[in-house]
């Protein structure tokens, strides 16, 4: 009896060693937007710690996956009915339509900026047309903007240290720009500072 415990106490203390592992895949893979990977990698990691030394590889594995990787891993639903694929209509062109960008909380709360030819710049840099207070809370130097592709506007988070959501707290990917619309809503860094794309 006193042996099987030793071995159960043992067992949970390599676990417990591979989890702290793990944690490195599990937030990387947050901050990535690779959450499926990232917990994966930490399941991995947990179990691989039974074999000590395997949980060392197995996370360094998972991070070079979330860094490598374009997508994310699906964990798969159980009595999940598929949804059919329906095709995407395709977006209706805006350029030439007077947008607007409106603040509507954090320190630039009831401005209004119009979406121009040229796009929109949002951070603490002069050459911005968002322009926050240098040292502003959330807001890179150069955080995120705003441009056209094909007539639709396009929000891009700039590789801002804080980070660029679309209002449902969906983070942006760097260089990887969301397509947005009238009532489209996003922050910079913090949701109280939160702006909503309207139309005249």
């Not at 415990?5 to 947050?30: D, H, S």
């Not at 917990?39 to 998972?62: D, N, T």
């Not at 121009?116 to 002069?126: A, T």
């Amino acid at each position: 009896m006193v042996v099987i415990l030793y071995v159960i106490v043992g067992a949970a203390v390599l676990m417990l060693f591979g989890a702290l592992f793990g944690l490195l895949p599990l937030l990387l893979g947050r901050y990535f937007n690779r959450p499926g990977l990232g917990k994966l990698g930490m399941l991995c990691c947990i179990f691989s710690g039974l074999v000590p030394g395997l949980e060392v590889p197995v996370a360094i594995g998972f991070v070079l996956a979330i860094f490598i990787k374009k997508t994310d891993f699906d964990w798969p639903q159980r009595n999940a009915a598929p949804t059919p694929v329906q095709p995407r209509p395709a977006p209706r062109p805006m350029q030439g339509t007077t947008l607007y960008v409106n603040a509507l909380s954090g320190p630039l709360r009831g401005q209004s900026y119009p979406v121009g030819q040229d796009g929109l710049l949002f951070g603490c840099d002069p050459s911005c047309a968002v322009r926050f207070q240098a040292g502003t809370p959330g807001v890179s130097h150069r955080h995120c903007c705003i441009r056209w592709q094909q007539g639709v506007p396009m929000l891009m988070d700039l590789n801002s240290t804080y980070g660029t959501f679309m209002g449902d707290g969906r983070k942006l990917p760097p260089s990887y720009p969301a397509q947005l619309a009238a009532g489209s809503r996003f922050y910079l860094g913090d949701p109280n500072c939160l702006f909503q794309i309207t139309l005249p």
